[in-house]
């Protein structure tokens, strides 16, 4: 069984919703870097105060910063864990190639949540959340395009990815995703 894993995809393609589900049923992290700063935001940290409107604007937070929260959460006792929405950029890859050499715990598998972008715009508008406004949506998708999905080639030549059919129904994808964890 598969216990470092990575949850690859656009906006609104269901990574938040499968890496929850997997790690429940595994009693894996889930570390979604957006959850993590949301909470930070709604706990009103001096972080979350640097980041919000960032977030609002649907801009990137700094590469250094999700780095240094991703690497805290990573050194906590763990069974496994999932990564949900790092990384976002190249540099964020290598970065966490360095921190997982470190720690020793290589990455296992990147499921890709393929998934057209009209239903992942209308995905996003019913989901309500408060970054989720029309113009932010358009922003996330386009910056998505532009920096995050170089990262399927990349992990595809590491031999890492699964590609996974996100345009299904949530118990499809997910009895999908269980069968390539094994
Ligand atoms: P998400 O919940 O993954 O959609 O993330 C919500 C927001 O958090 C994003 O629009 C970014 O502003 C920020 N964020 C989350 N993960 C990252 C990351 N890996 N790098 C930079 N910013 C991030």
Redesign the pocket.
Known sequence: MKKHLLFLGA?GAG??TQADLLSKANSYLHL????L??KEIEMNTNLGRE?KD??TS??????EL?LKIVRQNLDKDNNGWIL??????LS?AHSLNEVLIEINQPLEVVFYLDIPEEVLIKRLLLRGRK?DTEKTIRK?VDIYKKTTEPLIQYFKELSLLEYINADRDLNTISFDIKQKMA
């Open positions: 906006p990574k938040g979604s870097t957006g959850e700063l949301r980041v960032i977030i649907g801009e990137l937070v700094s590469d999700v949900d929405g790092y990384p976002r950029n964020q970054d996330r």
